[in-house]
């Protein structure tokens, strides 16, 4: 179930994330989709598309964060 385009994301996450971050999020779900096709390459009981999701938020946290009201903005470089 690999996402075509920033439409088909899940609404929890095209109503809380930025564009680009969907970009990220979207980017990295297919890619994960496609690595963790094989069960023994997941953690535990969990589904593909679980690891992908949880690929798929790690992404976008790695350049996003949320700020003290919640919403999501891209991190200031270091």
Do not use: C
């Not at 598309?49 to 009201?69: C, G, P, Q, S």
């Amino acid at each position: 179930m690999p996402y075509g385009s920033n439409r088909e994301l899940p609404e929890s996450v095209k109503s809380n994330i930025p564009e680009h971050a969907q970009d990220i999020y979207r980017e990295a779900f297919n890619s994960a989709w496609d690595q963790y096709e094989d069960p023994k390459e997941r953690r535990g009981d969990e589904t593909r598309e679980e690891a992908a999701h949880r690929v798929a938020w790690a992404a976008v946290k790695h350049d996003y964060e949320k700020d003290v009201e919640g919403r999501w903005h891209r991190k200031k470089a270091a």
